[in-house]
């Protein structure tokens, strides 16, 4: 078991979606086994995730799919999408449902690196 290197409460296992940026290409894995904080939401991972994110996020290692990433910079003009019923539309690319509401997906951790628990 180990305890939260933020708050010191005891971590829980959990599965997160992992994103971050590297070389001007954002990877994403999805379903990662990590060390959750239930009480802060900090997410660790233990050695052999961390060392086989490095290797899914490398570029050397061939994707289950390609997304589409909406890339944008702070200050530059909003020109919002026109809606279409209730759901905006932006008709060719799909949102997905994280993007819909202005909540942001609270699991994705926003590391610009790859963090790991102490070894166990
Ligand atoms: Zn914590």
Same mark, same amino acid.
């Given at each position: 078991m180990m305890n939260c290197n933020i708050c010191g409460n005891l971590m829980v296992d959990a599965f997160t979606t992992f994103t971050? $940026?590297?070389d001007?290409?954002?990877y994403v894995v999805e379903n990662v086994?990590?060390?959750e904080?239930?009480?802060?939401e900090h997410i660790s991972f233990i050695q052999d995730v961390a060392v086989k994110l490095e290797k899914?996020?490398?570029? $050397?290692v061939l994707p289950e799919?390609?997304?589409a990433a909406w890339g944008y910079r702070w200050g530059n003009l909003i020109i919002e999408i026109p809606k279409e019923g209730n759901v905006t539309s932006t008709k060719n690319i799909p949102l997905s449902p994280t993007m819909l509401g202005t909540q942001h997906d609270k699991k994705t951790p926003r590391y610009e690196g790859i963090t790991t628990s102490a070894p166990i």
């Open positions: 971050v $940026r590297r001007g290409s954002v086994p990590c060390l904080c239930p009480v802060c899914y996020c490398s570029g $050397r799919k390609t997304i």
